[in-house]
């Protein structure tokens, strides 16, 4: 089973970016479809992006995410990336990375199989 680690949450001020990084250990990172899923408070857990393992289709945004966010994966250092750019106070949240055995990137977090353990984002003047 693959284990992942999110890191790279902050605070940083409307406008500004973000890096968030998952590191897969246990099996590489291509093996798998990645997803990136945020809860803000008093919310329930939303779809953010979706990355498939053989890169044949996608990846995929949550549609008023898109052009702000781009979901990459970096096979040397076995990581998935989530990079955000034009940040909002609406993009806070606790963003959670996720993987799911098979080629095929889903929006649904059912489907995944391993998440893991959420990193803070807030944005805030």
């Known amino acids: 089973q693959v284990r992942l680690v999110e890191s790279g949450g902050g605070l940083v001020r409307p406008g500004e970016s973000l890096r968030l990084s998952c590191a897969f250990s246990?099996?590489?990172?291509?093996?798998?479809?990645g997803g990136w899923f945020r809860q803000a408070p008093g919310k329930e857990r939303e779809a953010v992006a979706c990355i498939s393992a053989d890169d044949e289709e996608g990846p995929f945004y949550e549609k008023s995410l898109e052009g702000r966010f781009t979901v990459s994966r970096d096979m040397a250092e076995n990581t998935m990336y989530l990079q955000m750019s034009s940040l909002k106070s609406e993009d806070t949240g606790i963003y959670y990375c996720?993987?799911?055995?098979?080629?095929?990137?889903?929006?649904?977090?059912?489907?995944?199989?391993?998440w893991g353990q959420g990193t803070q984002v807030t944005v805030s003047s």
């Open positions: 996720a993987a799911r055995s098979g080629q095929l990137c889903s929006m649904k977090e059912e489907l995944y199989d391993s």
């Open positions: 246990g099996l590489p990172v291509d093996r798998f479809a």
